[in-house]
């Protein structure tokens, strides 16, 4: 089994910065990507980004420009950089995993409140 620990959520005000971080152990053979979704009560989980092995990326347009995801493979770490957040990024962040052998095996964290309020 594959373990997710996520950490850095919290209450921030508008316009301010907070960093996610995700630290995966446990079975761990084949990573190929890595990312970070979000959920708001009553709303389907949602993509926010996502890196590979290789470093490619992929974001949702809502934060194009104000999120950064990076990833440190020695250390199977991989961070969220959130910049200017808005009311609208209100929301339970969970942390993704997928890796390949044969098939593809998808993991997910506990989940982290982010929450931005004045």
């Known amino acids: 089994q594959v373990q997710l620990v996520e950490s850095g959520g919290g209450l921030v005000q508008p316009g301010g910065s907070l960093t996610l971080s995700c630290a995966a152990s446990?079975?761990?053979?084949?990573?190929?990507?890595m990312g970070w979704y979000r959920q708001v009560p009553g709303k389907q989980r949602e993509l926010v980004a996502t890196i590979t092995t290789t470093g490619s990326t992929n974001s949702a347009d809502s934060v194009k420009g104000r999120f950064t995801i990076s990833r440190d493979n020695t250390k199977n770490l991989v961070h969220l950089q959130m910049n200017s957040l808005k009311p609208e990024d209100t929301a339970v962040y969970y942390c993704?995993?997928?890796?390949?052998?044969?098939?593809?095996?998808?993991?997910w964290g506990q989940g982290t409140q982010v929450t931005v309020s004045s």
């Open positions: 993704n995993l997928r890796q390949f052998r044969v098939r593809s095996y998808e993991y």
């Open positions: 446990g079975s761990i053979f084949s990573i190929y990507a």
